[in-house]
Every structure is written in C-alpha cells, then in structure tokens.
C-alpha cells in the first residue's frame, strides 16, 4: 500500500467518522428524513454536474447502473436515513459504535450465508469485534438512558447497508465514479422525499450551528469521502480498503466526545479499542496470503 492510498484511507475514515457528530447536531433542529433529502438532493446534483463536466457519460455499465439504484436505497435511503432518525433520541458515539459493526457482518453474513472461508484470525476477529459492541452496549444500558428504538433504527440501517456491500462488487469499476456517487445520491433522495412529506413536520430552525452542521455534511462526508472511498477501492482492492475501517470506532467516539461533549467511560474506550481490533484481524484475514518462495 502507498503513501497516497494510506492517505487516502486515513482521510476516508475521518471523514466518514465525522458525519455522526454533524448529524447529531443537524437533527436537533430539522426533520432527519426531510433534511436527509435535501442533502442528497443538492450533493448529488453537484456531482452529476461535475461529472458531465469532467465529460463522464450517463450511460452506466449494467452492474454499475445496479449499484446505483442498491446503494441509492440500502446506502443513503435506509442505512443514512434510519440513522438520522436515531440520532434525535441517541448520542452520536452509539451510533459510530453502531455503524462500525459493518465489516464485522459483512464477514459474519459471507460465512454464514455464502459459506466464504475465513480464516481463524477472522473468527477470533468477529468474536472480539462483537464482543467489544457488547461491552460498551452492556454498560451504556446498564446505565440507563438508551432510546430502544433509536438502537434498533441504526440496527437495520447498518443491516441494509451489509446487505448492499454484499449484493454488489465491483460497482466502481468502468469508470463514471462521480456519476455513479451523484446517481446514488438522488436516487437516495427520490426515496426519502416522499416519506419525509408522509411522516414529518418541515420546520427547520435555521440557526449558524445548524447551517454550518449541513454545508459540512453534505460536502465532506456526504460528496468528499464518498467519491474517496471508490478512488481508493479502484487504487488498492475492495478487501485493503476495509481495512479503513478499523479506525472508525476510535474516530467517531473521539469526534463526538470532542465537538459534542458526549460522555466517553472507561468501558467505552476498551470496547472501542476492542472493536479496533477485531475489525482489523477480519481484515487482515482477508488479504491474499502471499508466498514467500515466488519470486
């Protein structure tokens, strides 16, 4: 891996990380299915007009066209949505803690349901993963103050998103890479506009915090680390760019704790770096076994 994919995956997480701390505050003062919307809708036709005039085609291969609606849905629509609801009633470190179980079900559901061999550093991985999400989910319940309801809407959110890594692979390849990040976008806005008008009150408090809160999420980790992760997967693989991921927990804790003053205990900073380390022994898992006497 070289310096620019490492820092291309740095940058990815911590953007990615990000978005909860910016959510959190943005749905404290708008509806999260509506003003999810409106974020998909101005980032995706941003990066459909760059694209155009990068002279990127419509035209979508048939797996990318694929990828666009799945993850338009899956993605932006349920995984994002949901999560904007959930963090109306729970702090934006739970649901980092939440989202951060992806890779962990995604390497869970290829054993299960696809019978993909894992290797034992990712058995024992999935076991530690797992087990740090217990233990931090363990404490914050034991102590009181945590939204059912919001835990299982960033459940499903982070089951539908496993389902689209799952469904498809491959989608950034043949280029069109903006395109397709701006298609998903609106299609992920056609989706949540009209249950946003079915189940929502539209009042927005229009304040600075919530201003600046929403032109950040829609650029960086809406547009910006979007874009970045299929850049990356195109450079280094699908599997080395899971690696990333490792690094979420500990970002969107720390985000949260710094930005927003959420509490940080000492069981949540063992079970996030056990998660760490249970994201990143699945990973590493994964990797091609290269060997020693080829030359």
Request: charge should be positive; aromatic fraction near 6%; charged fraction near 10%.
């Given at each position: 891996m070289d310096i620019r994919a490492l820092a291309m995956g740095l940058a990815f997480a911590l953007m990615w990380s990000s978005a909860f701390t910016s959510a959190r505050i943005i749905v404290a003062h708008a509806p999260p299915l509506g003003i999810s919307a409106i974020r998909f809708l101005i980032a995706g036709l941003?990066?459909?007009a760059i694209a155009r005039f990068l002279g990127q085609s419509w035209r979508l291969t048939t797996s990318q066209a694929r990828a666009t609606v799945i993850f338009g849905i899956c993605q932006n629509a349920l995984y994002l949505g949901l999560f904007f609801v959930a963090m109306q009633t729970i702090e934006a470190s739970m649901a980092a803690i939440i989202a951060s179980t992806m890779p962990l079900l995604v390497?869970?559901?290829?054993?299960?349901?696809?019978?993909?061999?894992?290797?034992?550093l990712g058995i024992?991985?999935?076991?530690?993963g797992f087990a740090g999400v217990a233990l931090i989910m363990?404490?914050?319940?034991?102590?009181?103050?945590?939204d059912p309801w919001g835990v299982a809407y960033c459940v499903i959110g982070v089951l539908a998103l496993t389902f689209a890594t799952l469904a498809v692979r491959g989608a950034s390849s043949g280029g069109n890479v903006l395109m397709i990040v701006g298609l998903q976008m609106l299609?992920?806005?056609?989706v949540l506009a009209p249950a946003s008008l079915l189940l929502e009150e539209w009042r927005i408090d229009w304040s600075p915090e919530f201003v600046l809160a929403f032109a950040y999420t829609v650029i960086v980790p809406g547009l910006v680390a979007?874009?970045?992760?299929f850049l990356l997967v195109q450079r280094i693989g699908a599997v080395k760019a899971a690696t990333f991921h490792f690094l979420n927990p500990f970002f969107g804790v720390a985000i949260a704790a710094l930005l927003l003053g959420e509490r940080l205990g000492p069981w949540d900073v063992v079970g996030v770096g056990v998660i760490m380390l249970g994201i990143l022994a699945v990973q590493l898992s994964r990797q091609p076994v290269t060997d020693p006497t080829r030359k």
């Open positions: 941003v990066a459909v390497a869970l559901a290829g054993l299960a349901i696809f019978g993909e061999r894992v290797r034992p024992v991985g999935l076991a530690v363990g404490s914050r319940l034991q102590g009181g103050g945590v299609v992920g806005a056609a979007t874009l970045t992760w």
